[in-house]
C-alpha cells in the first residue's frame, strides 16, 4: 500500500535531503501538484536546475566516452565477477576531485578521437597508392603539367577499345598516346599534344571513350609518391602504437573514472528531482508517494533535519505505483507476472501462486535430473555476480535454480539422467548394464500421464476461480461471486457425479444449467436478450474444457524431453565399444544434451510461462498496474553499499 | 508387389514426420532469421533475444523427428533388424505419424511468421521480448497436441 508523502523542508538542508532520500530510495518523487492561481505561484521561485543538469551530462558523457575507450585496453575481467563495493562517504570522496578526473577523461577523449582518426587516414592512403599503381612506370614527376608548347594528359580507355584505329587517327595530329599499363577492364595512357591542337585530340579521344584521370594532388613521380605513402602508414601504425601506449598509461584511472560516473549519474538523477519540486526563499516542498512499511525507516533517516512530513491515503485515480511485497522464494517469480503486467494498484497479487505452479510445471516439462543440474549451477554461476536484490539477474538465477531443482525432483521419480545416458553407455561400454529406478515412467503409460497433466491443470484453474470468487466476495459482489463461479463449480460436481450416480448428476447438472441460465445475461437490458446470452454462456464448457486440455502440453514436453534424450544417447552409442566410440559417445553426447538443454529449458519456460498467463491470469487477474520507480542512485560500474557492511 | 510389406507405409510415417515437420521448421526459422538479420543491422547487441526467437519455430522439426525415431526404432531399421508387419499395422503407423507431420509443418511456418513479428518489435522495444515469445508459444500448443495425438496413436500399436 501506497502513502501520498508531502514533505516541506528548509532551504539551506535541501541538498542534504535529496542526498538522504536518494541514498534510501524509498520515495517516488513525481512533478508538484499544479498551483491554484497566480498570486500563489508568485511565492514561489522557478525551480529550473537545468545548466547544473547540462554541466553533469557533459562530464557524464566525458566519463563515459574515457571508459569506453579504456575498457578493450583494460585486462579482461571475467564475465562472473561481482561488481566492487562503493559507500557513500566513498562517492562523496570521489566527487571532491570531479575536476581533475574529468580533466582526465578529456585527455582521454583526446587521445582516443586522435588514435581513432589514424584508421580513415591510413585507408585513404592505402587507396591512393592503389590509384597510383597503374602509373608507376610514368617517370615524369605528376606535378609536371608539360611545357610551353606541350601539354600532358592522364586518363584510360576501356580495354576493349580499338587501339589500333585510335592510334591511327592519332598519328595525323600533334598528339602522341602512350600505353603506360592496362588491366582486364582499362588502358591507362598518357598523352602529349601540341597545346593548340588540344579541342582536335580531345574530340577523337573522347570517340574512343577516353576518360581524364587527375593526378594534379601528386607532385614526384609514381614511384616516388608510392614510396611516401608507405612510409606515411607506417608512421600511421607507429603513431597508432604511440598512442595506444599513451592510453594503456591511464588503465590505473579506470576505477577513479568508473566511481565518478556512478556518483555523478547520482547527481543527474538528484538534479532532475530538483526540477519537480516547489521553492520558496527559505523552504522547499516534495509530493510523491512512499510504501506504507517504510515510513517508520523514512522517518528514522529524517530524524535529525527539520522536515515536516504529512501523510495522505491514495485513491486508484491518484494513480499510484504498485510495489509487491512477497517473501524471499516467491520475490523472483514477480519477474514471471511483470512480464505479463502487474496488477492494478490494490488488486490481488497472484506471486505465491504463480511460484507454486511455476515451479511444479516447469519441473515436469523439463523432467530430468541432469538438465536440472546444469540449470542449478547457471544459477549459482550468475548468482557468483552478487546482484542486487530485485534485479533482473538476480530473479533470473532464483528461478533457474529452483526450477533446476524441480527438474531434478521429477528426474528422480521418473528415472531420467540425460535420458537414458546411463543405461545406453553401461549397455555399449562395460557390459553390466546400469539403470536408473524410475518410480513411474511416462513413456510407458502415457495414458495416467496425460490424465495426471490435465488433472493438475484443472486444479490450477480451479485455484483461479477461487480467487475470482473471493475477490468477489471481498467487493460485496455475492450474486457475481455465486453466479459466475458456484454455478460452474456445480457443474463440475455434477460432471463428476456421472460416475457415481447417473441420476444424481444429471439433476445436478441440470440446477446448474439452469442457474448459469438465469444469471449469465444479467448485464443485458430486455428479456430476450438476457435469455440468449444465459443461454450462449452454455457453451463456455467448451473453453473449459479447451483450457483443461492445454495443460496436456505438460506430459507432451516431458515426453518429448525425454524421448530426444533418447535419440541423441542412442546415436551417441552407435560406433559401439571401441576406442573411438567412446570418443564418440563423448563428443555426440556433449554437443547432443547441450542443445537439447537449450531446447528443452526454453521450451519448459516459455510454455510454463503461458499457462500462467492465458488460461490461469484468464480466470481472475485484474492486471494494469504502474511500477514503483523510487528516487535512488543507480549505480552502474560499483555497487552501493551502506557503512556498516563494510 | 501385392504382398506388400508393412515396413513400406511405416518407413513413409517416419519420412512424411521428419519431412514435413522439419520443412515447416525450416521456413519457420528462416522467416524469424531474416527478420533478426535486418534487426541486427541497426543493433548487435541484440542478438541473444532474437537468436531465442528464432529457435522458437525449430521445435516442430524436432517433434517430428522425433516422431520419426520413434517409428524407426520400432520397426526396427535403427538396429537393423527389420520386424515383419502386416501392412494394415504398417498403415496405422503411417497414420500415427500424420498428425505431428501436417501440424508440424504449418504450424512451424505460422510460428516463424510470428516469431518474426517479435523480432522486429524486439528491434523496437526490447524489454517486451517475452511477450513477443508467449505470442510464438500460442501456436507451437498445436504443435504439440499434434505430437501427443501421434504418440498416444503410435505408443500401443502392436508389432
Known sequence: MMKRLTLAGLQQEKEAVLKQLAFFGAVEV?????????????????????????????????????????????????????????????????????????ATAAEIMRIQRARLAIAPDTAKMQGQIEALTPWLSVDI?????????????????????????????????????TEISADQSARYCMVLFYRGSEDECMAVLREHYFSRVSLREYTLTPAEEVERLKTAIEQNGKDFDALTAELSQYIGDLSRLQELADTLSGRLAMSEIRNKLLVTDKAFFLTGFVPVDRIDQLEQ??????????????????????????????????????????????????????????????????????????????????RKTEPEEGTFMARVSMIAILGGLSSCIVGFITGSLF??????????????????????????????????????????????????????????????????????????????????????????????????????????????????????????????????????????????????????????????????????????????????????????????SRLQYVEFFGKFYDAGGRAFDPFKVKTQYYKLISKEEK | MFELNGIVFAMLGAALASGLAGTGSAMGCGVAGEAGAGVIAEDPSKFGATLLLQALPGTQGIYGTLMAFLVLNKIGAISGNFVTIDAATGLMLLFSCLPIAIAGWTS????????????????????????????????????????????????NIPV
Not at chain 1, 606541350?150 to 598519328?171: E, F, N, R, W
Request: charged residues 15%; proline residues 4%.
Open chain 1, 141 to 177: 614527376p605528376l606535378g609536371n603539367t608539360g611545357t610551353k608548347l606541350v601539354d600532358i594528359v592522364y586518363g584510360t580507355i576501356p580495354a576493349l577499345a580499338d587501339m589500333q584505329a585510335l592510334q591511327a587517327k592519332l598519328s595525323d595530329m600533334d598528339c602522341c598516346l
Open chain 1, 301 to 382: 533517516g529524517l530524524s535529525s533535519f527539520s522536515v515536516a512530513i504529512e501523510y495522505e491515503d491514495v485513491t486508484v485515480e491518484d494513480d499510484p505505483p504498485v510495489l509487491l511485497k512477497n517473501s524471499k522464494l516467491v520475490e523472483p517469480f514477480e519477474l514471471v507476472t511483470e512480464m505479463y503486467s502487474l496488477p492494478v494498484y490494490g488488486g490481488f497479487d497472484p506471486n505465491s501462486f504463480v511460484a507454486v505452479f511455476f515451479f511444479i510445471f516447469f519441473g515436469i516439462m523439463l523432467g530430468d535430473i541432469g538438465y536440472g543440474v546444469i540449470m542449478i549451477i547457471i544459477g549459482m554461476l550468475l
Open chain 2, 108 to 155: 512451424g511456418y505460422a510460428q516463424g511468421k510470428t516469431a518474426a513479428a517479435g523480432i522486429v518489435m524486439v528491434g523496437k522495444r526490447p524489454s517486451e521480448a517475452a511477450k513477443g515469445m508467449i505470442y510464438a508459444a500460442m501456436v507451437e500448443t498445436y504443435a504439440v497436441l499434434a505430437l501427443l495425438i501421434s504418440f498416444l496413436a503410435f505408443i
Open chain 1, 419 to 608: 535420458g537414458d545416458i546411463l543405461y545406453q553407455f553401461t549397455n555399449t561400454f562395460t557390459g553390466t548394464v546400469i539403470n536408473l529406478k524410475a518410480y513411474f515412467n511416462p513413456l510407458t503409460n502415457p495414458m495416467p500421464m496425460l490424465f495426471f497433466s490435465c488433472g493438475l491443470g484443472f486444479v490450477h484453474l480451479m485455484i483461479g476461480t477461487a480467487i475470482k470468487f473471493w475477490l468477489c466476495l471481498k467487493e460485496k459482489d455475492y450474486l457475481g461471486a455465486f453466479a459466475d463461479q458456484g454455478l460452474w463449480w456445480l457443474m463440475f460436481i455434477g460432471i463428476g457425479l456421472i460416475f457415481v450416480n447417473t441420476n444424481v448428476a444429471f439433476i445436478v447438472i441440470g440446477i446448474a444449467c439452469v442457474g448459469l441460465v438465469a444469471t449469465q445475461g444479467r448485464h443485458k437490458e430486455g428479456f430476450l436478450s438476457k435469455l440468449w446470452s444465459g443461454i450462449l454462456s452454455l457453451y463456455n464448457i467448451t473453453s473449459w474444457l479447451g483450457d483443461v486440455l492445454s495443460y496436456s502440453r505438460l506430459m507432451a514436453l516431458m515426453l518429448s524431453g525425454a524421448v530426444i534424450a533418447q535419440v541423441f544417447n542412442s546415436i551417441a552409442v552407435l560406433l559401439g565399444p571401441s576406442f573411438i566410440g567412446v570418443i564418440f559417445f563423448a563428443v555426440i553426447a556433449l554437443i547432443g544434451h547441450s542443445l537439447a538443454t537449450f531446447l528443452n529449458v526454453l521450451g519448459a519456460y516459455v510454455h510454463t
Open chain 1, 30 to 102: 513525481h512533478d508538484a501538484a499544479p498551483l491554484a492561481s497566480e498570486e500563489e505561484a508568485a511565492q514561489y521561485k522557478a525551480t529550473s536546475d537545468a545548466p547544473q543538469s547540462n554541466e553533469l551530462r557533459d562530464d557524464l558523457d566525458k566519463l563515459q566516452g574515457a571508459i569506453a575507450a579504456l575498457l578493450p585496453l583494460a585486462p579482461k575481467k571475467g564475465m562472473l565477477q561481482a561488481k566492487p563495493h562503493i559507500t557513500r562517504q566513498g562517492m562523496e570522496d570521489a566527487i571532491k576531485n570531479r575536476e581533475s578526473v574529468v
